[in-house]
């Protein structure tokens, strides 16, 4: 009787303290696969809201270009009709690219920040500080949301070329075309904060004592400069 | 009596072995020797991997082509 209590009350002492770790390691690997899950769902809905409102645009466009034409009727210079078309054309054109391009970055740029998510979870499973590293990585998915939905407000844009008279042509076109720009810098800003933001978490979990970058495989990334 | 203490020895020594074992799968894995340097503090790597990431500026040669042929 008496080596049954002592056996038991070994197995009370021992058994919870080797449970534990496994408990926890679970614990923390559920919470890393609900964080990537919510990112995954968050880059889903981007890719959705972009797909709606760059649908809407092109609705938006055709309304826009019929009211063009009838606006152009009254420009005599064939030549010069047929490029305000083009520049109409163009202007949609070039949104349409950049806000893909930027969809496509910020894309990217949020692959990096899983990963270095991923790695931030392992070093505090093993017991590293990684505080600092978990603030740059709120911060930096903010940055990505805020960029996104600068993108996503962009596709939606659209820039009517607001004919007055044929002598004027000119500086009729040059108003949109200088508010796309000023437009499409503005996100840009912001696609390059979100960039910067990331860097930032690479540094900070690349300062955590011990972490040395010996985390994941980066994927090389085939781009224009 | 000399059994229970050597099965409660076992027990500690299995824990224990369970404790390493599993601390053992949650560390990381060594590094490549030359690989991962690091650069200004940070893990090239990555940061190399983030600066590669080209973010371009909006081209409007062939708009302003046509505006300025207006």
Redesign the interface.
């Known amino acids: 009787m008496k080596t049954l209590i002592i056996l038991a009350l070994s197995f009370g002492l021992v058994l919870p303290v080797a449970a534990q770790t496994n408990v926890s390691g679970t614990r923390s690997r559920d919470i890393q696969v609900d964080a990537q899950l919510k990112i995954k769902a968050a880059r889903e809905e981007f890719q959705k809201s972009i797909q709606t409102t760059r649908e809407e645009m092109q609705r938006a466009l055709e309304v826009q270009r019929d009211a063009l034409r009838v606006k152009l009727q009254g420009v005599k210079d064939a030549r010069k009709k047929a490029a305000v078309e083009r520049i109409d054309r163009n202007l949609g054109n070039l949104n349409a690219r950049m806000t893909a391009h930027y969809a496509n970055v910020l894309d990217q740029i949020d692959a990096v920040l899983v990963r270095i998510v991923g790695r931030t979870d392992k070093a505090q499973q093993d017991g590293k500080d990684v505080v600092s590293v978990r603030a740059a990585i709120t911060s930096a998915q903010g940055a990505i949301a805020a960029a996104r939905a600068a993108v996503t407000a962009q596709t939606g844009k659209t820039y009517a070329l607001n004919i007055t008279a044929e002598a004027s042509l000119r500086s009729d076109v040059g108003v949109a075309r200088k508010a796309l720009h000023d437009d499409l810098m503005k996100t840009l800003a912001l696609v390059k904060d979100a960039r910067e933001a990331v860097r930032k978490v690479a540094v900070a979990l690349a300062q955590v004592p011990g972490e040395k970058g010996s985390g994941p495989t980066s994927t090389p990334t085939t781009t224009n400069q | 009596m000399n059994k ?1 203490y050597i ?2 020895a076992a ?2 020594i299995a ?1 224990a072995g ?2 390493f074992w ?2 053992q ?7 490549p020797s030359g690989m ?1 340097q ?1 650069n ?21 040669s ?3 082509g ?5």
Do not use: C, K
Not at chain 2, 40 to 46: E, I, K, L, M
Not at chain 2, 66 to 70: E, G, H, P, T
């Open positions: 229970i099965l409660i027990i500690v824990a369970l404790w599993s601390n799968q949650s560390q990381p894995a060594p590094s991962n690091m200004n503090g940070a893990d090239a790597s990555v940061t190399g991997e983030i600066d590669s990431i080209a973010v371009d500026d909006p081209d409007f062939t708009v302003d046509d505006i300025n042929s207006l």
